[in-house]
């Protein structure tokens, strides 16, 4: 077992999770790396190893409370109970994604195109689960950890979704905006305890996730970027690497001894901006 404290991170093999377990070793925690593909973790935990610090990977699906469970019981084993859970894993997938941003008459009866009214309930469900569920499941599961102990927290991952809904990805912006509201419940809920509970909006970031959505098959942008990137006042998407002030703020247990219950946005000012 470590004798570092311990930061759980979900959806760790992701492009920003992944940037973000690689800070909290650099920060001295021991860090276990939960991914559906383990592979991707374990390629991260070898990372973090060869740079000094430690970690370790394991294969998990968020949306499986008993593999969850299984998880954990390894988890300690290894390194000890969790100090820090970061909950990062969800994303969009095509299913759950509409074809134009505008409904226009006679769409009701189109079947080449994802429309509103062709949207599958599964691919609807999935989405929303993973993002609402994939936090609420870890967090029962290694929030236990954390009851009276001290300068423990929570870090969800939300989203500029979560603040105004985006065109064409319904289940996505639904399931981004109840993290945040989930967020704030969970921060009163543990208020007495001392585990704070927080969230980080990333505005921008390409990512493999949405790399349809943004890019072309030849790499030129799609007219979605050139939307994204026309909102946001510093015109640019952000580098991974720009999420990790906020989340050393957010898991300082002395920098933010009073902060529960908040969302940072991390977006380039897209957030702030009226669009006049």
């Known amino acids: 077992m470590s004798k570092k404290k311990v930061c759980v991170v979900t959806g ?17 925690y021991a860090v ?10 374990e390629a991260v935990a070898e990372e973090i190893r060869k740079n000094g610090g430690e970690a370790k990977a394991y294969g998990a699906n968020v949306l499986e409370i008993d593999v969850l469970n299984a998880v954990h019981e390894q988890v300690l084993s290894d390194l000890g109970p969790c100090s820090v859970l970061l909950n990062g894993a969800g994303g969009n997938n095509p299913r759950a994604t509409t074809g134009k941003e505008y409904y226009e008459l006679g769409d009701e009866a189109r079947e080449d195109i994802k429309t509103f009214f062709n949207l599958e309930k599964s ?23 954390m009851v009276g102990r001290e300068e423990c927290s929570i870090v969800n991952i939300s989203s500029m979704n979560a603040y105004t809904p985006l065109t064409k990805i319904p289940a996505y912006s639904a399931a981004k905006a109840a ?11 543990f208020s007495k305890v001392g585990i704070r509970v927080n969230a980080i909006a990333p505005g921008f970031f390409s990512t493999a996730q949405n790399k349809a959505l943004l890019w072309n098959a030849d ?3 799609t007219a979605r970027t050139g939307k ?6 510093m015109g640019r998407f952000g580098e991974p690497e720009e999420l990790l002030g906020a989340l050393r703020y957010l898991t300082d247990a002395n920098a933010a001894s009073f902060v529960t219950g ?3 946005p ?9 669009g006049v």
């Open 12 to 28: 760790a093999g992701g492009v920003l999770m992944s940037c973000m377990a690689k800070e909290m070793a650099r920060c001295g």
């Open 32 to 41: 276990a790396l939960l991914d559906l593909n383990k592979d991707a973790a």
């Open 123 to 145: 691919g609807f469900d999935f989405v929303f689960n993973l993002n609402i569920m994939g936090v609420l499941l870890p967090t029962q599961v290694f929030a236990k950890d």
């Open 179 to 189: 993290v945040s509201n989930f967020t704030e419940w969970l921060a009163v809920h």
């Open 219 to 221: 790499g030129t942008p």
């Open 228 to 233: 994204i990137l026309a909102a946001t006042p």
């Open 262 to 264: 908040v969302c940072i």
């Open 266 to 274: 991390v977006d380039g000012g897209f957030h702030a901006y009226s």
